[in-house]
């Protein structure tokens, strides 16, 4: 089955600074990956994803990158703020369609910002 | 608001004990999911149901079994519950055409 692998664990950057989370996955037919951010109590939400026809994808000051020859994507995030800290999760499909919902998750980030 | 609500939010139950963990969604959504999360582990599909009549087993499910009475409830049981299923356990839901999943706010489940 599909593997993803999610790096680093914990990240801690400056308020304004930018961050960036890595995952890898194993399944070449992947072609859904979502970017989930889980508050501290709260329930994961979607904040962008991507398909594999697109190499890029912003909103805001967000971004993810996807390279599927190498079988990995990235978040950006820039011009952090404190109420960026939260888990983030990565996820991949390992189909389209009838697939979208059966993700496999990263193991999380803890992103903290200091102010 | 359109929402996906869990009950219990919160247990605490001993090993053998027979749990239920019940989720029902206001969204309208024909797809349902369990997941369950740990800490650096992510979150792993327990079960899923893409219509009423439609069950799945997903990557965890041994030790699980779940129902799906009506396209607006899913609910998921541990027959004998055992202490390496504390965790907590998310349901979700998704539309046809989306891969977005809405989750709910979660139940915490403890088992000494």
């Known amino acids: 089955g599909e593997n993803v692998e999610q790096h680093p664990s914990t990240l801690s950057v400056q308020e304004g600074d930018s961050a960036v989370i890595k995952c890898t996955y194993s399944?070449?037919?992947?072609?859904?990956f979502p970017w989930y951010k889980q508050e501290l109590g709260k329930r994961p939400q979607l904040i962008i994803d991507i398909r594999s026809n697109v190499g890029e994808k912003k909103d805001q000051r967000i971004a993810v990158t996807l390279n599927k020859t190498a079988k990995h994507f990235s978040l950006h995030i820039t011009e952090t703020q404190p109420e960026d800290s939260a888990v983030y999760f990565c996820a991949s499909s390992p189909r389209g369609g009838t697939s979208y919902g059966k993700l496999t998750f990263g193991q999380g980030t803890i992103l903290t910002v200091h102010p | 608001d359109a929402d996906v609500t869990q009950t219990p939010r919160n247990r605490i139950t001993k090993t053998g004990k027979r749990i239920m963990l019940e989720c029902s969604q206001t969204k309208g959504h024909d797809r349902m999911y369990w997941y369950r999360q740990d800490p650096g582990l992510g979150l792993r599909l327990i079960y899923y149901s893409f219509d009423v009549k439609d069950i799945n087993k997903g990557e965890i499910s041994d030790g699980y079994s779940v129902s799906r009475q009506a396209q607006a409830k899913f609910s998921l049981s541990l027959e004998s519950a055992i202490p390496n299923q504390t965790a907590l356990y998310f349901c979700a839901t998704s539309g046809l055409n989306t891969g977005e999943l809405f989750f709910g706010e979660g139940s915490r489940l403890t088992v000494l």
């Open positions: 399944d070449s037919a992947s072609n859904y």
